[in-house]
């Protein structure tokens, strides 16, 4: 799965100094600054025009990777390349930093002044948190809980798929959405299963997790079995298609790096 794609993630905070080997990530929206070639490739601090300023991101397979806080940067022979075109381009490490730094642009984006005062934010040089230098105040990246479900029919076989009624994601998916105040990731669960297909749930079971920088969220899977009637009445608002799909007729994607498909090809091969 995506967290899969570094051998090794290192997420600790590591206050030093740029070096010449360390990538820099550099957005604009939902673009990177990049060189795609076969797969993406990212610039380094001697690549870039007038040294832009930079915080440390993460390490992953022993390579550091900051995030470019200068602004739109430039580089000779990088382009900005939608996170999309990274994606499908990039096979390796390159595609897991460009999204997992993505989270860490739009936390600097939207904390750039306290909300509690109104002070300007400061980047803490020992943490990854910004800091507010009049009241004190840290700020840390915002992760949001959100669950996924693979909801099982275990008489005849199947498993509800879904289709978003207005987002640009097409393929099938899993009943998913996000935690809310109060609640466990185990009612979150029930509650969108009840809201999206009207479906009734019982032995729910945890599967997995997966970090997806894009929406800033955690997403958490679990497997939930039907119990009761298995007709489905779908959110017309969320939805625009909820099916039982047979284990013999589902067909999984081969991306290979998000949890709803990894659900669907367990499933598939009857590991679950
Ligand atoms: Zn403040």
Known sequence: MFQDIPNEFDINFDGREIDEKAYVLCYDGEKVLCRIDGGAEFPRIGNLKDR??????????????????????????????????????????????????????????????????????????????????????????????????????????????????????????????????????????KREVMEETGLEITELKYYKSQPWGLAQNLLIGFLGYVKGSRRIIMDKNELSEAVWVSREKLQVGNEGVSLTEDMMRAFKEGRI
Request: hydrophobic share 40%; with cysteine; charged share 25%.
């Open 52 to 189: 832009p300023e930079t915080v440390f991101a993460f390490s992953a397979d022993g390579i550091r990777y900051f995030l470019c806080l200068s602004g739109r940067a430039s580089a000779e022979g990088f382009e900005y390349k939608s996170l999309k075109a990274v994606r499908g381009a990039a096979q390796d490490i390159n595609k897991f930093a460009a999204i997992t730094g993505f989270h860490y642009y739009k936390f600097h984006g939207e904390n750039r002044f306290c909300g509690r005062c109104g002070g300007k934010l400061v980047h803490d040089p020992e943490k990854r948190c910004m800091l507010c230098g009049n009241c004190g105040n840290e700020v840390f990246p915002k992760i949001s809980p959100a669950v996924i479900v693979g909801i099982i029919d275990q008489e005849n076989d199947s498993i509800v798929l879904t289709k978003y009624a207005e987002r640009d994601y097409k393929k099938y998916a899993l009943v998913a959405g996000f935690a809310e105040m109060g609640e466990s990731a185990e009612d979150a669960v």
